[in-house]
Antibody, heavy 116, light 112 residues
């Protein structure tokens, strides 16, 4: 069974940093692109970032470019999102999702709250 | 960025009746490889989103055949032939032809 389990969310002050992790199991992690998608409270879905199967190619939404860094460790079957210079508008549930051109599997999400 | 516009934003449907959601993109979603990367997701209350339809009209594994997708270019439609209680939630279209991938605003479907 494919599983994606996010962790690392929490409360952080504006300007602070947080690193999210997504542990994958039940499939060959190194064969898939993986993504981060976020959802602010009561709002819709927003694609944040993606990384290709070997980690050599990344893409970001303009709203996080230069502040967030996506990475992966295929030996540990884990996806990461390093989030720096956090703003109130980054408050959201962050989901990791698997897929080369669509999101076939999603994690349960981890909540990031940016507030003083 | 591509803008995905869904209509209506909310829908109240009687079980057994059909439902339809429109999704329009600000640019053609036809990729240079000949495919159209338009998807439909359903987010049930308190759950993560789940894929229903990929590449306009193909049902994802396990998705009931009462769900169907159609369209081309910039205009797309999700249809539910006979709504069931378990179909309640927010439906999102999403394009993956152009970066950044973008979602529609979502259509909330309520079952009467």
């Amino acid at each position: 069974e494919v599983q994606l389990v996010e962790s690392g969310g929490g409360l952080v002050q504006p300007g602070g940093s947080l690193r999210l992790s997504c542990a994958a199991s039940g499939f060959t992690f190194s064969s898939y692109w993986v993504h981060w998608v976020r959802q602010a409270p009561g709002k819709g879905l927003v694609w944040v970032s993606r990384i290709n199967s070997d980690g050599s190619s990344t893409s970001y939404a303009d709203s996080v470019k230069g502040r967030f860094t996506i990475s992966r460790d295929n030996a540990k079957n884990t996806l990461y999102l390093q989030m720096n210079s956090l703003r109130a508008e980054d408050t959201a549930v962050y989901y990791c999702a698997r897929g080369n051109s669509f999101f076939g599997n999603w994690g349960q999400g981890t909540l990031v709250t940016v507030s003083s | 960025d591509i803008v995905m516009t869904q209509t209506p934003l909310s829908l109240s449907v009687t079980p057994g009746q059909p439902a339809s959601i429109s999704c329009k993109s600000s640019q053609s979603l036809l990729h240079s490889d000949g495919k159209t990367y338009l998807y439909w997701y359903l987010q049930k209350p308190g759950q993560s989103p789940q894929l229903l339809i990929y590449e306009v009209s193909s049902r994802f594994s396990g998705v009931p055949d009462r769900f169907s997708g159609s369209g081309s270019g910039t205009d797309f439609t999700l249809k539910i032939s006979r709504v069931e209680a378990e179909d309640a939630g927010v439906y999102y279209c999403m394009e993956a032809t152009h970066l950044p991938w973008t979602f529609g605003q979502g259509t909330k479907v309520e079952i009467k």
